[in-house]
């Protein structure tokens, strides 16, 4: 093998100028518009597939839709880079995209090369379940843990069911975790993310190693008190649900604090929901993060204990109903030691963050060696086309991520 035959290092412009391309392709002033299972998402993943056949590579759909390039290395396992294509309507442009196309960058590295590894591309389909509801699509039947029966009956807002919408892009939802068979040759997975959060940001750092993603608990807390007339009955005669309901969001508030985690009421719905009654019932959706396990549990039980004292105040009763939960994932301790080290080398965090949003990486990590690498974020903002990273540190990103996937190709 000669000194050309050697897996070059990315080149870090490309990435930039691939993304640029790409926001201009599917997005523009309003964000992106890459939402999963429509046709701009489609000319994305088509975008990639020419980008991909320049240099020789073509894609492959898998059961779930996700889709997969592979550049063959002297061994058959797979070292697998990649993310997500899709966005959320009126998104950002580096959001899934970012992970992607660095992706793609790693295997233009290694074209024309016999790597020691086999070198592969994942874009996992529907990671951000902005249509359906349903998140990590495709990187769930990857895992096997997608419940293919639950989710054929979920709609979008125009009253489509997710089964027919995929089948018109050639998922049959029952076969969809077949995709699993993909799993037992990949050796490891990486995946480069904007943080969505303000902490690289406020250290002024351009890249840091992910140790995992929290667990969550997400419930809902219903109140019955006793709906009333909001002019003649006394403040002491009430049963006011909506009051209780309003105390634990604040209550959830100082339990995160004081955990340590983060807990969110994002909603509360009250009934009858006028201004003229006091609220009979009040539904609180509760969202608890951690990135321990017990901490977790413990938040839970704490938030239960305030609602029920909650309750008791108001003169109303109250019961929790579970929504959705997920354990804490660790990555893998090894790739996570090589990403501390690629990350200070790039004058960037070498403690590792723990991401308090879900990902893709989330679902492979039971099943393979995974690892994340952050960018900062602009104002923390993601989700919205104001979503941004500065350059610079995009391409020292792009750099950190280019040799950590050097040592993963080689190890
Ligand atoms: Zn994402």
């Not at 870090?12 to 964000?31: K, Q, S």
């Not at 799993?183 to 002024?204: N, T």
């Not at 108001?314 to 939960?325: D, F, L």
Request: glycine share 12%; aromatic share 4%.
């Amino acid at each position: 093998v000669g000194d050309d035959a050697r897996v070059r290092d990315v080149e870090p412009g490309r990435v930039l100028a691939d993304l640029r391309h790409l926001a201009e392709l599917t997005g523009g002033p309003g964000g992106s518009r890459r939402l999963a299972w429509t046709g701009e998402w489609t000319r994305a993943r088509e975008w990639l597939g020419g980008q991909l056949g320049e240099i020789g590579l073509a894609l492959e759909a898998d059961e779930a839709g996700n889709l997969w390039a592979e550049l063959p290395g002297e061994r058959d396992e797979v070292a697998l880079f990649g993310s997500h294509l899709d966005s959320v309507p009126a998104g950002g442009w580096l959001d899934g995209a970012l992970g992607v196309l660095a992706a793609l960058e790693v295997l233009r590295a290694c074209a024309g090369t016999k790597p020691p590894r086999t070198v592969g591309l994942v874009d996992f389909a529907d990671e951000e379940g902005a249509r359906f509801g349903h998140s990590l699509f495709g990187s769930s039947a990857l895992a096997g843990t997608l419940d293919a029966a639950a989710a054929a009956g979920l709609r979008d807002a125009e009253g489509r069911r997710l089964e027919d919408v995929v089948g018109e892009h050639g998922v049959r939802l029952a076969e969809a975790v077949g995709a699993a068979r993909r799993r037992k040759r990949l050796a490891s997975f990486l995946e480069l993310h904007i943080e969505q959060g303000p902490v690289l940001e406020a250290e002024g750092l351009p890249v840091a190693p992910v140790r995992g993603t929290v667990g969550v608990e997400r419930e809902r807390a219903v109140f019955t008190g006793e709906a009333a007339h909001a002019g003649s009955t006394p403040m002491d005669r009430r049963h006011d649900a909506g009051l209780a309901a309003a105390g634990l969001a604040r209550d959830v508030a100082e339990i995160a604090r004081e955990a340590g985690g983060v807990g969110t009421v994002g909603a509360i719905a009250m009934q009858p929901g006028v201004a003229t009654a006091v609220a009979g019932r009040a539904e609180a959706l509760v969202d608890l993060r951690h990135a321990d396990g017990e901490a977790l549990a413990a938040m839970r039980a704490g938030v239960h204990e305030a609602a029920a004292a909650r309750a008791e105040a108001e003169g109303c009763t109250v019961e929790h109903e579970p929504i959705w939960r997920i354990e804490p994932r660790a990555f893998d301790a090894e790739i996570v030691a090589a990403a501390r080290e690629v990350c200070a080398a790039a004058g960037g965090r070498s403690e590792p963050l723990t991401s308090g949003a879900l990902h893709d990486a989330a679902e492979v990590a039971p099943h393979v060696p995974t690892a994340m690498l952050f960018c900062p974020s602009i104002r923390g903002l993601s989700h919205t086309p104001e979503e941004d990273t500065a350059e610079a540190d995009l391409l020292a990103a792009v750099a950190a991520y280019g040799a950590l996937a050097r040592r993963l190709i080689e190890r």
